[in-house]
Every structure is written in C-alpha cells, then in structure tokens.
C-alpha cells in the first residue's frame, strides 16, 4: 500500500499527516416502499396498496391487503396478490399472451395505470437489491411457478431482476441489481408475465404474499479523511464552537449545586462569581466576541441561552473590541421568559423599543482588554461589585428585582460561565478559561476549578452548551491540534516519531490503548479535534501523524494471563495462567493487521479447534469489531497434556488462522 503524505513544519516539529484505505458509506438512502402496515414497526392504519397494473393483454392481476399473513410480529399484514391468465381457451386468439406488466409504487401514488404519473422518481445506480419477504402456497397454484420481477421506470422502461421460485412458506428474497445497469427514472417494482405464448399453454392462477420490502442503497467506497496538523493555542478549558452553530451559539458550563448570594453574602464575607479568561480570538480579525457570566434564578440546569430562556437572570457580558480592549455591560433582567428586551434597556421604555421593561443594563464599562480575571462580588442582597482587567464598578440592584430573582427560582439559583460569537464571522471560533469559581458567603462557597486536568469535572460542572462535544478541558501539555473530517469510520489516529520504522506507529485513539496522558476528541462541523499532549508523543519535537484504517489479515488467540501487544513480534505479552483439566475460562479470539493492532472492521465468523482433540469447545463465535469473548462454560481441556487452541476465519479465507501459545494443562 502506498503512503500519500504532506509534510509540516510547526516551530520546532515536524508533522506528516496522511490517511490509508477507505471508508464505506452510502450514496443513497435505503427506499421503505408503502404501505406502512407491511413494514416492520410501520404504521398498522396504513394499507393503501399503491397498486398498478401498467398495461396488460390478458392477464388479471388483483392486489389486497390481508392482516392474517406476516412474515415477522413487527409487521401488521401483507399485500396478497393474485395473477390469472386464461392460456389457449380463448375465442378470438388462442396464441395472445398475457403480456401483464404490474406491481407497486416506491411511494405512496395510490394506484394507478400509467407509470408517468410522476411521484419520486431514482437512479437504480444507487442501489444494490431489491429485497422483501414472499409466502406462497403451492396447492393454490396451477400451470405457474415462477413470478418474474422487474423494477419499471416512469418511460416504461424496465430492469430485469430476476426470477422467484414460488415455493411453500416464507421465503426472504434478495435480488441483485447489476452494477452496471441504467434507469433514471425508476418508480417502481413488480412482475412482468408473458404467459400463454404456445397453442398448448394452460390457463394459469397464481397466489402469493409479500411484506417487508426493502430498496438496499449500494455502498459506495468514500474517499479517506482528510487530516491537518497545528500548534495548539490556548489552554486549561477549552470552550470551541461550530460555524454551523452560527452567531448564538452559547458554550459554557454552570455550577451543579445551587449557589445564591440572597441572605449569603454579607461586606465581612461577601459572595464572588469568577472568572478567568485566558485565550480568545484575535480581536483584530474577530471583534465582538463575547464572554459571559449568568446568574440564573432556578434549578441548575444545561440551558445554554438562559439569558433568553429564563425568567429572572443577572448578565456580565464582555465583549472585545478590535483595537484589542473591551467592552463590558452588566444587565439584570425579571419577569421575561423567552425574551431579553429587559436586559439592553438604557431607560425605562428603552433603546430597545418601547416596551415598559425597565432599565435592565445597569453599567457599561471599559476594560483594558477581554484576557483576565471578571468577577462579579455581592456583599449583600443589592450590593454588586463588578470587576475586571483595568475595571472596577459598584452598582447597586433594586431590592424589587431581587425578590422577583428569589419568587420566579423559588429561592434556587446556579451560575454560568460561557462565550458566545455573537456574529457570523465569529462563528467557529473558540476560547479559553483558565478559572472558574463560586467562594465566600455564609455558606463557605469553595468550587473553584483551575481545569489543569482533563476530562471535565462533572461533580463540579455541568455543560450548557448549543454543541457539547465542542467543551473540554485541554491536557496541560497539549502540543498540537489533530483534526480530520467525518465520517472516519474504523480509522485511528496515530503517530509515530520516525516513518523510517513501520513498527514504531502508536495508536492514540484505540480506546483499549493506555497511554500516559489520555485522548480528548472534540468534535464539531463534521470533523474531529485532537489535543495530543507531548506526554504521548515519543519526541515532542518531532511527531509525525496518520490516519489508518485496519484491516484484517490474522487471527489472534489470548489465553488468560495474555494481552493484545501491537507492533510486538508475538503481538501479545504475559504468561498463560495455570489450566487444569475440566477448568472452564475465557478466551479471547481478536482479529489484527500485520502488526497485530485489533482491526475493528472486521465481523467475521470463525471456528475453535484444539490440538487437545478432547477438549469441550464452543459453537462458531462472530466477531464484533474485531474480537470475540468466548465464555468460560463454552470451552475447557478435556485431558492432560501440553495443548494450543487455533481459531480459523469461516467467511474468508483472506484472514489466517491464529493459534495460541502451547500451554501445559494438569
């Protein structure tokens, strides 16, 4: 396999970012036909049949629903079709065929006789097989075994697909679509019958059922993602956001314990709701974004735009300026749920329309700049102190809007800490805080967290968030920022110090992997977001990443005592444990590539023989991602002796067999 690979350079490392193999995914959609009610789980009112018999000479197809007939539980009933032609017994042509051309529609149309009537309309290139589940009786049968099934097009043109055998039962039915095969009008499926085309031909009657019908889309090889690499900016608690998540999308997180300043705070022990900011955007480029305190009346809860959501709230917006200051505004707002008109009122009626809301902002201050230390510090019910980089302002709230604060949380109240674009050019951008914390009062407040190690302290804090994924706490020494596209399914990234040794790449997103420091994936705008601290680099310097997608080419056979140990020569380290003779125990069968990391694309049935050709062993196990747990009551030694187990790949051949470490049985 060849590599294809970019190098970069960022300050004193080098990077190589490549992708190996392919993903499969789908071009198309599965097609669900109508009616519901033959579906599994459909819905059981729907039975419109959708039915249309597009030309015929003289055959007589009929179509019913009929609830007493289901191929599975799940499915209410199946469509009942009979199909009569009258062969040679005919007055005026003894040799005129049936020539009968009918069936269903790929959606709901009702039925209808002309296959231009419209309606959804496909490319059959998308798709794989027809399939669906029939029941025939052949005592009910005469002079007709076979329905011959087509797929049809708005044109009139139709796609053979093959031949169904009415045999007794249920049958499932698969049938291949071709490849190469062309119809970019299909609307339909059904038989096409020439019957009664010789002077001897019998007339002909024909029964069967038909449910659980299914249009497969046809994987499609999609290309490998793409990956780049680069230094990593910001630290401690990572607060990142989508473009897609557009200008309001508000990130943060809130206390999980209840924290209200009301008859806590006092000037001797006053109540302080901080914050520092250590990382934004560069105000330059990206002016006007915002950071935020809340302080909500209510439960603690994952709100994320609580400004607009909740009835009663306190709002320390910041907002940087693009000469690199900052601007910030304290807001207060009661009574107005699904509204924020309160919270940017000047004056009373205000600048944001005349309204009757009260003057909700109570200070506009400027600051030094976004990056420090904001604090919002009461020392009583009323008294507010606000604080921030080059800023420090004493307001005072109306003691009305604090009981209205203490009525509509029902005396709960939580804080929350967060950014905001608050533009669509600020979309997709992210910041970072480096501290958050609630202290003082007569209740000994003392969350303070300095997010110095991830993962997010879920005791403490709780994300309210328009994108979760897109929060987390940052490793200390996060190097370097690793991203790639979606969808990655079954691909690892992993890196490697030097790509002159094929056996030296670790993998840093195999979950089962220890490594020094763990992995945090964000994930945002269909693509992944890495971290990866120095700690888990080999050479920090130096680092070079890929993407893989493994592939199976060997089994593996763990014994207990024994683990998976890629890029060893064995691909295990450890020692059986002791096993006697009867002593049920678990093996462990893994599918690997070459250098014995687990590849979890495969689901491959395989077979456990043993060179112990007594021992008690289990029925074939599936692989699921790449590993089968075989049960302790499902195999033993049955005698004494020095015995290995081998596991052999039943569906392909592609994948060598794997045999375990002799071990000695007593």
Request: hydrophobic residues 40%; charged residues 10%.
């Amino acid at each position: 396999m060849k590599f294809k690979h970019q190098i970069r350079k960022h300050v004193a490392a080098a990077s190589l970012a490549f992708a190996l193999a392919c993903s499969t995914g789908l071009a198309a959609s599965d097609i669900i036909p109508p009616p519901g009610a033959m579906q599994p789980g459909g819905d059981s009112s729907d039975t419109t049949l959708n039915f249309g018999q597009w030309w015929s000479d003289t055959g007589t197809p009929t179509e019913s629903f009929d609830t007493s007939k289901h191929s599975a539980p799940s499915i209410a009933g199946s469509v009942h079709v009979v199909f009569d032609a009258a062969g040679t017994n005919q007055s005026n042509n003894p040799l005129k065929s049936a020539n009968c051309a009918f069936g269903n529609w790929f959606n709901a149309e009702g039925d209808q006789g002309w296959l231009g009537a419209g309606g959804l309309l496909f490319d059959v290139a998308g798709y794989q097989s027809l399939t669906f589940d029939m029941y025939s009786d052949p005592t009910l049968n005469s002079n007709l075994t076979t329905i011959s099934m087509y797929l049809w097009g708005g044109g009139y043109d139709k796609l053979y697909l093959g031949d169904v055998t009415l045999t007794a039962g249920w049958q499932h039915v698969v049938l291949p679509i071709p490849p190469a095969s062309v119809m970019t009008d299909c609307v339909g499926y059904g038989p096409y019958e020439w019957y009664n085309t010789d002077a001897s031909t019998p007339p002909c009657h024909a029964e069967y059922w038909f449910d659980n019908v299914k249009l497969v889309a046809r994987p499609v090889a999609l290309p490998p993602p793409v990956m780049t690499v680069a230094p990593v900016s910001g630290s401690r608690l990572y607060l990142g956001s989508g473009v897609a998540d557009g200008a309001g999308a508000r990130q943060g997180i809130y206390t999980m314990s209840q924290v209200p300043w009301i008859s806590q705070a006092s000037p001797g022990n006053p109540v302080t709701y901080s914050m520092t900011i250590s990382s934004v955007p560069n105000p330059a480029l990206y002016s006007n974004y915002q950071a935020q305190i809340f302080l909500v009346a209510g439960a603690p809860n994952g709100t994320a735009a609580a400004d607009w959501n909740f009835s009663d709230m306190g709002f320390l917006q910041i907002a940087d300026n693009a000469d690199g200051t900052a601007t910030a505004r304290f807001m207060w707002k009661t009574n107005e749920s699904g509204g924020n008109y309160m919270l940017w009122n000047t004056q009373f009626g205000g600048s944001a329309g005349t309204n009757g809301y009260a003057a909700g902002t109570l200070a506009i201050m400027s600051a030094t700049g976004m990056i420090g230390n904001w604090s919002v510090t009461f020392t009583s019910d009323t008294d507010v102190t606000v604080t921030g980089p080059g800023l420090s302002t004493n307001l005072s709230i109306p003691a009305d809007w604090v009981a209205s604060f203490t009525s509509a949380g029902s005396g709960a109240m939580y804080a929350n800490f967060g950014v905001q674009p608050n533009s669509a050019g600020n979309a997709g951008q992210a910041a970072c805080l480096s501290r958050a914390s609630v202290t003082g009062g007569s209740a000994a407040y003392a969350i303070s967290d300095n997010f110095t190690v991830p993962p997010l302290n879920t005791t403490l804090w709780g994300k309210a968030a328009s994108d979760g994924p897109a929060i987390g706490v940052l490793p200390a020494d996060a190097q370097f920022w690793v991203q790639w596209n979606l969808p990655a399914n079954y691909f690892d990234l992993i890196t490697t110090p030097s790509i002159a040794n094929p056996r030296s790449w670790v993998s840093l997103t195999t979950p089962s992997l220890l490594l020094p420091t763990p992995i945090t994936i964000f994930t945002w705008d269909n693509t992944n977001r890495v971290p990866v601290p120095a700690s888990d680099l080999a050479n920090p310097n130096q680092a070079f990443f890929a993407m893989i997608k493994r592939t199976a080419s060997q089994l593996q056979v763990l014994l207990p005592g024994e683990t998976n140990a890629p890029n060893t020569a064995s691909g295990k380290i450890g020692t059986p444990d002791p096993q006697s003779v009867g002593n049920a125990f678990v093996l462990t069968v893994n599918a690997c590539d070459s250098t014995w990391h687990i590849a979890a694309t495969c689901n491959d049935t395989v077979a456990i023989t043993s060179s112990d050709s007594t021992a008690f062993l289990p029925s074939n196990p599936t692989l699921v991602s790449g590993t089968a747990v075989i049960s302790p009551a499902d195999f033993f030694f049955g005698q004494a002796g020095t015995w290995t187990v081998t596991a052999t790949d039943v569906t392909t051949n592609a994948v060598a067999a794997g045999t375990s470490t002799a071990i000695t049985v007593q």
